[in-house]
């Protein structure tokens, strides 16, 4: 049986979430074969530093290695590494573009790496969803509500709630604290911010990025 690698794409101040996730097993697809799921950190000097600002080369992060600067890096990286590579997409800061997790998606793709799904246990989930293999995040105190549709590549973060019958496509992050009510429908590659209500039936296009706090009562059409 193969080895399973899990590595953490983007070393921002998110990854010390992710690594207390996997390594508290606070998530619902561990499997026994992963005995230490979590391989290392990929991210640049500058990422690290919003985890640890004491960071020295050589050092570890949560206990974790650093094992490459760069995104470029991961094809090389699945080669010398062999077995299962996979990767969890670490980007969902409020100032970086809204497509970046796009971005990063297609990176892994191209490279051979599915994006790893990462589902807190301590978050309320639809048990229907198809989660496993979309590389989907669900953190902590998040409630994902019955009949809710996700694409791939999305992050629900800490506290957020997305009510029954909601549509998020692909690439979106719904950012800490955020209300989406029933029959909302978000695109691909938003960024809904902390605290924001969409109220019931809107609907958000592509691209969009809804303000810290804002309170969303009409549909906001896709950024082309």
């Given amino acids: 049986m193969n080895k399973t690698y899990i590595i953490i794409l ?9 690594i207390w996730a996997l390594e508290g097993y606070h998530w619902q697809y561990s499997t026994a074969k992963w005995n230490d799921p979590c391989l290392g950190v990929l991210g640049s000097p500058l990422e690290i530093s919003f985890i640890d600002p004491a960071y020295k080369e050589g050092e570890r992060i949560h206990g974790k290695l650093v094992i490459a600067e760069s995104d470029d890096d991961l094809p090389e990286l699945r080669k010398s590494l062999g077995g299962d590579v996979r990767a969890v997409i670490n980007s969902g800061w409020i100032r970086q573009p809204a497509d970046l997790r796009k971005g990063l998606w297609e990176k892994c793709q191209k490279a051979g790496v599915p994006a790893q799904s990462v ?4 978050s309320i989930v639809d048990r229907e969803a198809p989660l496993e293999d979309s590389g989907v995040q669900i953190r902590a105190g998040a409630y994902l509500g019955p009949d809710t549709t996700l694409g791939k590549n999305i992050l629900i973060n800490t506290g957020a709630i997305v009510s029954h019958g909601c549509i998020i496509h692909s690439h979106t992050h719904i950012a800490p604290g955020a209300v989406l009510a ?13 605290g ?6 809107r609907r958000i296009g592509d691209g969009v990025t809804v303000a810290n706090g804002q309170n969303v009562f009409r549909d906001i059409p896709g950024v082309s």
């Fill in 10 to 18: 983007g070393a921002g101040g998110d990854a010390a979430s992710i």
């Fill in 119 to 122: 589902i807190s246990l301590a």
């Fill in 182 to 194: 029933g029959d909302v429908e978000i695109g691909r590659c938003c960024l809904i911010g902390m």
């Fill in 196 to 201: 924001a209500t969409i109220y019931k039936g």
